[in-house]
């Protein structure tokens, strides 16, 4: 497990990032303030440094918005309801850009809109349906920050609700509804909620798609709890593609078999310092139970656990590596293994609605929830909290059809409940409601947490995040800085760069990265 001294690192790095942002605040180099402000936020998220949230970031977005944009304009028009969609980028295939597909799709009752806060980053298909809609599609092209933050704001002008499905580094929404922000209600979409993220500026309701993310949202980020919400993630209707006995049979497996499917990328499966790794614990459970064949989608045939796993047990682990299409194995499943120690909550869906039993691992003690795949489907899935009770469920759903039969059928009623368009637009109408009900977040409170399970949080995502070196953060960010300090961070780069290649390392963050920074923070 990485070390506490490795988050001390991190700490003193995001700390005089800090202060670089305050003192171009106090100097009124306003530009280069928001631009050092998206480099601290994007640092941390791959460099954790033991806290999720950083009032004083806040605070500084908060005056630089005061002091560029003044107050808000809100000039509301008749008709239906105007929802605007902001998004850091739309052209990558992630999970918060379908779920704005989604969204616009389901809420046939409002007219919705989208802007797009970096330049180059449009979403066609996105595009392409609120425009036929009846809504517009826009993006922020300047490269000044504080343009993109007074282009969004005039957008919001005419919008009833805002809904923000930006990256958590995005300094544009915290300037644009930050400050002295009075204007159409905002929700941000947490999507990214086991990481740090700025925020929104003057949010009236954060909508999590899970408990654990509401909970984390409150304690260690410090929002009140009357300011939160959990939706359910929007799903498409999926259909069985064929019966179950007759995937077995296509994908060459005994249909008497019981067969158990997970669905992940293969870095879910990996051994993690809090938790055991896949293999670790399913392999002996399949040793125990030889009614039971694994079909592992995703998982990586050349691990050598997984290889030896495949080896010893024969046809009773399928390995079929990555599928873009997984429905003919999710077809097979008699239940499905949601994977761990990383979740993977869509495909724990997409699973369920076949009316298959979810077997979970519920082992996440504290704040190392947000690792696990925790849903609104919880109080239907069949979770474990220790290796002996997963392979006791893992018995259990093996010899036991009717149990499957039943536990499946109430998983699946559950998933097209809450989970469906229909439950989607319903969703919508009442978060809508409550937006317009609540006031607005406007203080910066510090968390609440207790400091050393964040701490622990923290070294727990210093072992999966892939701790981007500062100089490359600072050279993707360099555009928004002024004049004077594109020209000072491009100079001290190539003199870094310099030094490590004479010394062979290739350091990029940490004793380096916090000398870099001392003449910014002066």
Known sequence: MPSRPALAENERTFERLVRVVERRVAAGRLESAAGWARVAAAFTTTNPHGALREPRLDAALDAVSRRTLGPATH?????????????????????????????????????????????????????????????????????????????????????????????????????????????????????????????????????????????????????????LTVVPTALPSVARGIERDAAKKQLGIDPGQVVFVTLARAVKFAPAPWHPGFVDVVGPALRANPAATLVAVGADPRDAAWAALARELGGRVVLPGEQPDPTLYLDAADVYLDSFPFGSTTSLIEAATRDVPVLASRAYPGMSRLMSSTCPLDDVIVGAPDTAAYHERFAELTGDAERRARVGAATGAAVRSRHTAEAWRANLETLYERAAALEPVRTRSAPTADADDLDRYSELLLGIESRTPLLWTINFCRDAFDRADRASALARTVGVRAAQKARRTGAGHGATAATWLVPFAR
């Open 75 to 227: 000039r509301p028009e008749a008709g239906p309801r105007r929802v605007l969609h902001v998004l850091s980028e739309g052209h990558l295939i992630g999970g918060h850009v379908r779920m704005a597909l989604r969204w616009v799709a389901a809420d046939e009752a409002s007219r919705s809109s989208v802007i797009v806060t970096r330049p180059g980053c449009e979403s066609a298909e996105l595009s392409a349906l609120v425009r036929e809609r009846g809504g517009q599609a826009t993006v922020l092209e300047a490269r000044s920050l504080l343009a993109r933050a007074r282009g969004l704001r005039a957008a919001a002008e005419t919008a009833d609700v805002v809904v923000c499905h930006t990256h958590g580094e995005d300094p544009v929404p915290a300037l644009a509804f930050g400050g002295d922000y009075a204007g159409a209600p905002v929700v941000m979409v947490n999507h990214a909620d086991h990481v740090f993220w700025l925020g929104v500026g003057n949010v009236s309701l954060i909508m999590n798609l899970r408990d654990a993310a509401a909970e984390a949202a409150a304690t260690a980020r410090g929002y009140p709890r009357a300011n």
